[in-house]
Structure formats: C-alpha cells, structure tokens
T-cell receptor
Framework: EAQVTQNPRYLITVTGKKLTVTCSQNMNHEYMSWYRQDPGLGLRQIYYSMNVEVTDKGDVPEGYKVSRKEKRNFPLILESPSPNQTSLYFC????????????FGPGTRLTVT | GESVGLHLPTLSVQEGDNSIINCAYSNSASDYFIWYKQESGKGPQFIIDIRSNMDKRQGQRVTVLLNKTVKHLSLQIAATQPGDSAVYFCAENRGGTSYGKLTFGQGTILTVHP
C-alpha cells in the first residue's frame, strides 16, 4: 500500500531532551516536507526537500533539523525541544512540487513539558 | 497563512446545497495552488489543484476558481454531502527561488447538515 508513515504517533517529552520523528514513504517520491499544525494557524512548513541531500527551510525552521540521506526517509530532529514546539506534526511527500499530489502521513502529536 | 486567532471561519450548509469556500493568498509570484480537505484526526488530503496560467479547473463535484487580479481562490463543492464535512485549506506554492515552499491558509470548517 502506497503510504507515508510517521513514528511515533504520540510523544510526551521534557524540555531539552533531543528527539527524532521519523518519516518514510514507499512511493519513490522526490519531494518531502514537514509541517506543524497549531489551532487557528493552519499548517506551517518547517523544512522541505526536493531530493536526496537537498533540503531547504520553510516558514518556521527555527529549533528543527532535517536530513535526507535516502530518498524514502526524511527525519525531523528537535535537538533541544521547548514547550512552544508542542504541536501536531505532519510529514508529506510527492513526486515533485507544482502539479503533483502531496500525500500526508497520519501525524505525530508532540507534547513538550 | 497569517494567524487570525484560534477561531476558524465556518460554513454551514444543508445536504444537497452547493458550497463555496474562499481563500485569499499573499504572494503574486505564486504559481500553483492546491485545496486540501482534513477530516478530524487525519492528515490533509488533496482535493484539486490549479496552475497560475488557468482561472478555472473542474474535478468530480469540485471546481476551483483563481482570480490573480485580487489574489483570490475559491473552492466550489456541488451537491454537498455529510461526508464533505471537514476543514478545508488552500495552499500556494511560492514559485521562483522559493519553489517547493508551500504556504497554507488558516482553513475553513465546513459542516453539512443532513
């Protein structure tokens, strides 16, 4: 089944404890992206990747890191999480950008205390 | 997607009516626009898209209209059904040197009453 998977789906952690949220797609997509969703703010793009080893900042990259060493995986790293990073996170992928349908993962709900 | 607070715009319609959801975008250089549907507890789902060189595109029961003069996008849903109840987001691909950078609107809650 073609899909985008994220792990974990739920995570409660403490301020400053490094964490990684994994994202994997099995559709051989070149484009991958991370978003956070907060009430009333819609989705805001954190980072995106046009292809392996190519990553760029979205609108809210501060406090996050990403890597794209393989086509299928695009992990989101929070080196020192803070409470303002409590949010619902979505990973997405598509064959390309303009003109290609973007498939979203199921989301990861992160709480930082 | 500028923040306007915690309360999303809402649209409430009767089953069978047509629905129109509106969106204002911010960047004149944006070259590609997408509408997404998000049901409770799920990730966004692609509905329909349109390139900036078009002003209308139709899908199954949905039509997207693009007015570049006033930077406005709308989604029309024909014969709305209870299963259409969800939050609807527009998104713009910024184009140019920001190709691949997507900006989402805050969303509109659509409620369809049987």
């Amino acid at each position: 089944e073609a899909q985008v998977t994220q792990n974990p789906r739920y995570l409660i952690t403490v301020t400053g404890k490094k964490l990684t949220v994994t994202c994997s797609q099995n559709m051989n997509h070149e484009y991958m992206s991370w978003y956070r969703q907060d009430p009333g703010l819609g989705l805001r793009q954190i980072y995106y990747s046009m292809n392996v080893e190519v990553t760029d900042k979205g609108d809210v990259p501060e406090g996050y890191k990403v890597s794209r060493k393989e086509k299928r995986n695009f992990p989101l790293i929070l080196e020192s999480p803070s409470p303002n990073q409590t949010s619902l996170y979505f990973c997405a992928s598509s064959l390309g950008t303009a003109g290609y349908e973007q498939y979203f993962g199921p989301g990861t709900r992160l709480t930082v205390t | 997607g500028e923040s306007v607070g915690l309360h999303l715009p809402t649209l409430s319609v009767q089953e069978g009516d047509n629905s129109i959801i509106n969106c204002a975008y911010s960047n004149s250089a944006s070259d590609y626009f997408i509408w997404y549907k998000q049901e409770s507890g799920k990730g966004p789902q692609f509905i329909i898209d349109i390139r900036s060189n078009m002003d209308k595109r139709q899908g199954q029961r949905v039509t997207v209209l693009l007015n570049k003069t006033v930077k406005h996008l709308s989604l029309q849903i024909a014969a709305t059904q209870p299963g259409d109840s969800a939050v609807y987001f527009c998104a713009e691909n910024r184009g140019g040197t920001s190709y691949g950078k997507l900006t989402f609107g805050q969303g509109t809650i659509l409620t369809v009453h049987p």
